[in-house]
């Protein structure tokens, strides 16, 4: 009667992980942090949503943030970040009908002195405008933007840390 609840339960299991491994689930932001991330500055960001969006995946990652210099703390910089909209097609009147649109981060990241790091973060994304509905449309875009950010820096904080994770 044992073997028969054990083969049960393992059954049950293979089923659960398969089910979760093809809905694509996936744990985020469960990193081994490199002991020489522990401490990092934050400089120089020019949009304040990005920063409050670093912050937190700098801090949900473990990265404790310090607010002065130290030569064996890491420093983060960005550079710049821009979005940019390119027109994808257009109405049969003219007007535009689909944008893409483009979020791009450059940042560095600097450990005693010495560039460590030197890259830049595309988040792309398409949205459809329709002109009979331009708040509604103004909003969508604004809560896609906010996402784009979002997404950036989540992938700013990925590549940081598996690039420190090879040295």
């Known amino acids: 009667m044992s073997s028969f609840r054990l083969m049960r339960q393992s059954l049950l299991s293979v089923i659960v992980m398969i089910t979760l491994s093809a ?10 942090l490199p002991a020489t991330l522990q401490q990092m500055q934050l400089q120089s960001v020019s949009s304040l949503q990005l920063e409050a969006s670093l912050r937190q995946r700098l801090l949900t990652a473990g990265i404790q943030l310090s607010d002065q210099a130290a030569a064996d703390v890491a420093q983060l910089r960005v ?3 821009q979005l940019e909209r390119r027109t994808l097609s257009l109405f049969e009147s003219g007007q535009v009908a689909e944008y893409e649109l483009l979020y791009r981060v450059n940042y560095q990241v600097i450990r005693n002195g010495e560039l460590i790091i030197e890259d830049t973060i595309e988040v792309a994304r398409d949205y459809q405008d329709d ?20 997404d950036a820096a989540r992938r700013l904080v990925r590549q940081m840390i598996s690039e420190f994770a090879d040295d």
């Open 131 to 150: 002109p009979n509905f331009a708040l509604a449309k103004t909003r969508e875009r604004e809560m896609l933007v906010a996402e784009m950010r979002d």
């Open 79 to 81: 550079l710049s970040d």
């Open 23 to 32: 809905c694509g689930f996936q744990l985020r932001d469960n990193y081994q």
